[in-house]
């Protein structure tokens, strides 16, 4: 599975890839439990778990103290596969229920969400708000139909493409940019009829722009960034992002590498594509979704190791984007940790942004999204 599945442990929904925390401190003052602003990572990882034996995970102090803190209120977090391989179906099935038994394990931290008070409940109650997402439509094989069975089992975000063409439409790296099969124009209409949140991420020009066209309900691009900033595959170009928002969608920027043209990404990176995609797209269209773990990389010659090796089974299987760096590690410096939002709120603020923007950007907005899409 993909390096960057939602727990950075093992497991039926695990990764290939375990990185460790990071281990600096963090802030430890409390955000406001009552405050009426969220922060939404609209395609991140829960890690923080140690497992004392197989298939038994237990939240670390450092992960309980951040949920504690509410240093994220909700995590959209992918539960199944992604490429084209064998037995989609079945594994995203076992990872589903996989999620399904680590929530019900820890009640008092973790809460499913499926609906917009769903995310409210969660976060009165001082928990971690988990949602269910694909980041491929392989787990399909075909049968569009299944769009309804996975709604049903509590998915509520599901991406058209990985990177590669599938059978729903071309994703990024492919060079033909055939855009959207009649397959992938059924399954759109099955994701808006389930009330299910329909992702664009990873996916060519075309198949972004015919699936905001064919799409009847507002649709997200939850991680990637501006194309008109880094000229890189994964990055979206300016028309795109604009017919998203027109569409009533929203655009989350990722803290990957890609947002900067080579070498280890900075904050100001970050914030040049944060300032760039809300002069595109509005305040009202911009969101954040990290691609990055909860709490963070620890950087050392253990994890450096792990990370070459995953880069270069992603080459071998082909689903690696170009210029992913065995040296240069997937995350922004400056914002590596679990304190991550709040240090990206201040420097916005600092950047001369108001309170209001900076609470859309930092999760409102993706929470509304949600909820607009999620009830019908």
Not at 280 to 285: K, Q, S, Y
């Amino acid at each position: 599975m993909d390096r960057r599945q939602f727990l950075l442990a093992a497991g039926a929904a695990g990764a290939a890839l375990a990185i460790p925390s990071v281990t600096r401190a963090q802030n430890r003052r409390p955000r406001d439990r009552g405050a009426a602003s969220f922060y939404v990572d609209a395609q991140g990882a829960l890690d923080g778990f140690d497992e004392p034996e197989p298939g038994r995970y237990v939240p670390t102090q450092k992960l309980i103290d951040a949920i504690r803190e509410r240093r994220i209120d909700l995590i959209s977090g992918t539960v199944a596969p992604v490429g084209n391989g064998d037995h989609r179906y079945r594994d995203s099935v076992q990872g589903i229920l996989e999620w399904d038994r680590l929530i019900a394990a820890h009640p008092t931290l973790l809460a499913k969400i499926e609906s917009a008070a769903d995310i409210r409940a969660a976060r009165a109650a001082g928990k971690l708000g988990i949602v269910y997402n694909f980041q491929d439509t392989t787990a399909l094989e075909g049968d569009a139909a299944r769009v309804d069975t996975f709604a049903t089992l509590g998915v509520k975000v599901i991406q058209l493409t990985y990177n590669k063409r599938n059978l729903a439409g071309d994703g990024c790296l492919e060079r033909a940019n055939a855009g959207l099969s009649d397959f992938g124009r059924e399954v759109v209409a099955r994701i808006n009829r389930a009330n299910v949140l329909l992702d664009l991420s990873h996916a060519g020009p075309r198949t972004i722009a015919e699936g905001i066209a064919a799409s009847t309900v507002s649709p997200a691009i939850t991680h990637s960034a501006c194309r008109a900033l880094t000229d890189h595959p994964r990055n979206t170009p300016d028309a795109e992002m604009r017919a998203l928002a027109d569409k009533g969608g929203v655009f989350g920027v990722y803290l990957m590498p890609f947002i900067r043209p080579r070498g280890q990404p900075v904050k100001e990176d970050l914030l040049r594509h944060l300032d760039h995609a809300v002069n595109v797209c509005g305040e009202d269209h911009v969101g954040i979704g990290t691609d990055n773990p909860f709490l963070g990389y620890e950087l050392n010659d253990e994890t450096r190791r792990r990370h070459r090796e995953a880069t270069a089974e992603r080459v071998r299987r082909g689903i690696a984007a170009p210029n992913e760096d065995p040296e240069v590690m997937l995350y922004v410096e400056g914002y590596n940790g679990g304190d991550r939002y709040d240090r990206i709120a201040a420097d916005l603020r600092r950047r001369g942004w108001s309170a209001a923007r900076v609470d859309k950007v930092m999760g409102d907005n993706f929470v509304r999204l949600f909820g607009q899409v999620w009830s019908g």
